[in-house]
């Protein structure tokens, strides 16, 4: 890690005994298991809390916290001209207290960075620059050896493009909502299993955008043709996991 990104850590893991310390109750924002903020506490249920202790047009500083009030993840995003983020670093933490995993991102270099610990001690690092990935681990001699990233994500087997068009065909703006002229941002989190099948839809903000916009993705996405590759675990096995699909509509 450079320089920059240490003094970030420092920052953001020198915070985490303040947050504990001084975080009013009622300053806590609830959010849903997706880390989306939730209003209404009766319908949805609440997974985490989060508590802004920095946020101006310069930075931004949010602690998330689990339900029993145990810091969570901590995440700092550096801002540049015209509110765009310019860096980011979020750093997880488990529930003895100890760091788990920090991501760090570039936005301006097109950068992103992993790293992940073990009882305090990092095992492993990786990078993606360019369209490629570079990294290191420890091996079961306890050696670091280069490697290439060993986690895959769950993603489309079709190309990106075939995947899109199939979205951008079968979406019918609702009209109720074309009438009223309500647009919105629906995101879908996609629950893929092991063999690469969907075998789960849920709206991730419900609460942000209107109902008929909801619907509408829903049932194009159940009518999905194609099979996910599934993702992998370190060991290079198949496992079930989740994806998202955000859908924009704009009249």
Avoid at 89 to 107: L, Q
Avoid at 166 to 182: A, E, H, Q, W
Wanted: net charge neutral.
């Amino acid at each position: 890690m450079n320089k920059k990104l240490l003094l970030l850590l420092f920052v953001v893991l020198g915070n985490n005994l303040f947050a504990q310390d001084f975080v009013p109750l009622q300053d806590f924002i609830p959010l849903n298991k997706y880390k989306i903020e939730i209003k209404d506490l009766d319908k949805y249920k609440v997974c985490y809390y989060k508590k802004l202790l920095i946020d101006d047009t310069h930075e931004k500083y949010a602690v998330i916290y689990d339900t029993l009030y145990r810091v969570y993840q901590e995440n700092y995003t550096y801002f540049a001209i015209e509110n765009k983020p310019s860096k980011f670093v979020e750093v997880t933490f488990n529930d003895e207290g100890d760091t788990t995993d920090v991501t760090y991102i570039d936005y301006v270099r097109k950068i992103r960075k992993w790293a992940y610990y073990d009882q305090g001690e990092e095992f492993a690092a990786f990078e993606y620059s360019n369209g490629a990935v570079s990294g290191w681990k420890i091996n079961e001699a306890g050696k670091k050896v280069i490697t290439d990233i060993d986690e895959y994500l769950a993603r489309p087997k079709v190309s990106k493009d075939r995947h899109s068009n199939f979205l951008i065909r079968r979406m019918k703006y609702p009209k109720d909502c074309r009438r009223k002229g309500i647009e919105g941002s629906v995101k879908l989190n996609l629950k893929i299993d092991s063999e690469g099948k969907l075998i789960g839809i849920d709206v991730m903000n419900p609460e942000d955008v209107d109902l008929s916009l909801q619907h509408e993705e829903v049932r194009v996405m159940s009518l999905y043709p194609w099979d996910f590759i599934p993702a992998q675990d370190r060991s290079g096995n198949p496992v079930e996991s989740e994806l998202g699909q955000p859908i924009k509509f704009r009249l």
